[in-house]
């Protein structure tokens, strides 16, 4: 993995106010285009993007600091 974790590639289910489907949208798009459409009823759902950016920013990170750590563990 390295230092270049990121969960721009993992899909995610939005679920759409409109008519209650999911939306599968990876967490890549989602962060480029906070705007998705239900391809069931065609209605647009604005995303919180900025939170969603800190919670996504947040576990990165923590990953990234337990790579490191179990990194550590195995040097002698």
């Known amino acids: ?4 974790f990121s969960l721009d590639n993992e899909k995610i289910q939005v679920p759409c106010p ?3 489907k999911g939306i599968e949208v990876t ?6 285009n906070p705007s ?3 391809r ?4 647009t759902v604005k995303l919180d ?3 969603m950016k800190k919670q996504i920013d947040a576990v990165e990170k923590s990953v ?13």
């Open 1 to 4: 993995m390295g230092d270049s």
């Open 64 to 76: 990234r600091d337990l790579q490191r750590q179990l990194g550590n563990m195995f040097k002698k």
């Open 49 to 51: 993007a900025t939170q």
């Open 18 to 20: 409109n008519c209650s």
């Open 36 to 38: 998705v459409q239900c």
């Open 40 to 43: 069931s009823c065609r209605q």
């Open 27 to 32: 967490i890549g798009q989602a962060k480029r």
